[in-house]
């Protein structure tokens, strides 16, 4: 089972709303990544859990909160957000610290701040 | 910093046409490199990964080589069918448990 799920599939929120997006995997992966892609853009990393601790945060503002409360799952908080940071936010995993190790990605959140 | 250049942007071509489509990256200190397709609006399916001791890959109608000197590698498509209309995206990393770095994709169309 190569697969990794993300929950809710679409997501509308106003600027001062709190949500959550959720990532779950049952492969054992050791590694966790959440990314963030623009409308016809690529996607671009935004933090990585290695051993559930955070191992790189690539300047993300703070609005944005990841948390990884075991090895199976990775959450991302939300609040205060703006409309610019509608897009689809795509969560991943990897067995970590091997070369030949694949990265899985789940469909993705479909998210929209108004 | 690390960047990843994909020819072309866009493709257009008759069904079972062989067609190669290219990534280029900036710096080759690279773990492996990965060749993902998208669906539009879906997440990313892996299709190949090279480690950066590999040469090249094949599964199935794909094979992908590296060229980790050059920072190059070419995602070669067989027999193309419309199925295969997506976007191809290149992405190389870094190290153990670092993230992946993409480009920006080539978006293909195959014309039945």
């Known amino acids: 089972d190569t697969e990794v799920t993300q929950t809710p599939k679409h997501l509308v929120m106003g600027m001062t709303n709190k949500k959550s997006l959720k990532c779950e995997q049952h492969?054992?992966?050791?590694?966790m990544y959440w990314y963030k892609q623009k409308a016809k853009k690529p996607p671009e990393l935004m933090f990585v859990?290695?051993?559930?601790?955070?191992?790189i945060n690539e300047s993300v503002p703070s609005r944005f909160s990841p948390e990884c409360p075991n090895s199976s799952l990775l959450n991302l908080h939300l609040h205060a957000l703006q409309p610019e940071d509608s897009a689809l936010y795509l969560c991943?995993?990897?067995?970590?610290?091997?070369?030949?190790?694949?990265?899985?990605f789940g469909p993705g959140t479909r998210l929209t701040v108004l | 910093k690390q960047e990843v250049t994909q020819i072309p942007a866009a493709l257009s071509v008759p069904e079972g046409e062989n067609l190669v489509l290219n990534c280029s990256f900036t710096?080759?200190?690279?773990?492996?490199l990965q060749w993902f397709r998208q669906d539009p609006g879906k997440g990313l399916t892996s299709l190949l990964l090279?480690?950066?001791?590999?040469r090249e890959q094949t599964s199935g109608r794909l094979n992908a080589s590296l060229d980790k000197s050059s920072g190059r590698s070419t995602l070669y498509i067989a027999a193309s069918q419309p199925g295969d209309s997506a976007t191809y995206l290149c992405a190389v990393r870094r190290g153990g448990a670092d993230g992946l770095t993409f480009g920006k994709g080539t978006h293909l169309i195959i014309q039945p």
């Open positions: 090279i480690q950066s001791s590999q």
């Open positions: 859990y290695s051993y559930e601790k955070l191992s």
């Open positions: 710096d080759s200190a690279i773990y492996n």
């Open positions: 492969m054992g992966h050791r590694a």
């Open positions: 991943a995993s990897s067995q970590d610290r091997l070369a030949g190790d694949t990265q899985y």
